[in-house]
């Protein structure tokens, strides 16, 4: 076995950087490769991870030459949705045709913009005979972890296990316009973000050591909406900054979502999971929250809830920025910041896992079967969205299903005009 595992990377944009930077915590591992369609962002992230001493990283000009080098072992897909699978297709096809050899490939979230999507994902990766991880970095996040390990050794030991659990995550808005366009991305936020917080639920109600499976989901209620990004003003402050494709006055995607999970364990217990995902939420910057309660106990963790905090008065003029905080919305006035981003949303330990299970040291804690399941939940959701009602899991057809904000179809309801002040009773007699 080989000491060091040689990383490539599909995808040089936001993503990719965030795990170069955990990539530095991560021992036996170098980053040797990026591929990226827009060749200038390859040679860019290429010269950040040498910056970083990531190792001799170079830019490749296919994914297909990526796995052809002997020096790559495992490959780390973060490149866009709309791309998942001709990526997928290119690199089974280099490994059945005999042209490389890989230990691991790990997929950012989600799996696919679909079920369909995702059961092709699964499908070439159990072609190429690749061990394969679910990149799902919430779940590694510190607090996640240590919280978990805590509440399920002492208050659920003790006194009965949790029965409630909710996550969020919500920002301002991606930075792509891509992410924006619901047929590129498959969705809106409920696809972008929601596969973070129903899983992170989903996780906090598993004991520690016992699959996922043990809990599973029987009920889904989603709601869907577009809170700030279609009114008249922001749409076209959104087309000014994303370009004349993202056309949210004609085009909408939700930037709002919730989705209720009604699960049901190997014990026979019913517990519940509530998860809200939002691209119109206005504060310092991105905020991950989660609880967990049970019979006499309960947990919680907000990730703007940081030790450190800066105050900049209205004398200090800076040019906009995020170095405080991911998606940053201002630069004066009292200021959290989140002191190693990489770590703290849990990067750096999804990373180190997936690093051990590709040299074959430790189990993938999640694999593609995951995140397929995952995209199930969210396509249930949507579904029950549309229909409006709470939809028994898995729904019939759910493998042929595409949300009509994917499909360009979808548009939030128009609101209501105020109704005429009723008129004043007559006096009685």
């Known amino acids: 076995m080989k000491d060091r595992l040689g990383v490539g990377f599909v995808g040089g944009g936001f993503n990719a950087r965030f795990h170069l930077q955990a990539f530095q915590a991560v021992r036996d591992a170098d980053v040797l490769g990026v591929w990226s369609p ?34 790559i072992d495992a490959l780390w897909l973060c490149g866009r949705n709309d791309a998942r699978v001709a990526n997928l297709e290119e690199i089974a096809d280099a490994v059945t045709r005999g042209q490389g050899r890989l230990k ?89 973000m929601m596969c973070h917080s129903a899983l992170v639920v989903r996780h906090l109600l598993t004991e520690p050591g016992a699959p996922l499976s043990s809990v599973r989901p029987v009920r889904v209620t989603g709601h869907i909406a577009s809170l700030k990004w279609t009114r008249p003003e922001y749409a076209k402050r959104l087309q000014q900054a994303m ?6 006055a004609r085009h909408p995607a939700e930037d709002f979502a919730s989705v209720t999970i009604e699960f049901e364990t190997d014990d026979g217990a019913t517990v519940i999971g509530e998860a809200t995902t939002s691209w119109s939420f206005v504060g310092a910057g991105l905020r991950l929250s989660a609880e967990l309660l049970g019979p ?49 949303y849990g990067y750096e ?56 904000v994917a499909k360009g179809t979808w548009k939030p309801p128009r609101p209501r005009p105020p109704r005429p002040p009723r008129p004043p009773r007559p006096p009685r007699p």
């Open 38 to 71: 827009t060749g200038k962002h390859a040679v860019e992230t290429a010269a950040l991870a040498r910056k970083l001493d990531l190792g001799e990283t170079k830019p490749f000009r296919s994914i297909a030459a990526m796995v052809a080098d002997p020096a």
């Open 104 to 192: 691991g490939i790990a997929c950012e979230k989600p799996l696919a913009r679909n079920v369909a999507e995702a059961m092709r994902v699964v499908e070439l990766a159990r072609q190429a005979g690749v061990a394969h991880g679910y990149l799902e970095n919430q779940v590694f996040a510190p607090a996640v972890t240590q919280g978990r390990a805590v509440i399920w050794t002492r208050g659920a030991a003790l006194t009965g296990r949790p029965y409630l659990a909710r996550a969020a995550e919500e920002h301002s808005g991606p930075h792509m316009p891509w992410f924006w366009r619901g047929e590129l991305q498959g969705g809106g936020v409920l696809n972008d």
């Open 243 to 248: 370009g004349k494709d993202v056309d949210y």
């Open 296 to 344: 006499e106990y309960s947990l919680a963790w907000n990730s703007l809830d940081s030790p450190l905090r800066l105050f900049f008065s209205r004398a200090v003029k800076g040019t906009a920025g995020e170095d405080l905080v991911e998606k940053q919305n201002a630069e004066i006035g009292l200021m959290p910041v989140v002191a190693g981003e990489p770590a703290v």
């Open 349 to 404: 330990a999804e990373d180190r896992h997936f690093v051990r299970a590709f040299q074959g040291r430790d189990a993938p804690q999640l694999t593609f079967d995951d995140g397929l399941e995952v995209v199930k939940l969210l396509m249930t959701a949507y579904m029950s969205a549309e229909q409006g009602r709470t939809l028994d899991f898995p729904p019939e057809r759910l493998d042929r299903f595409v949300p009509a």
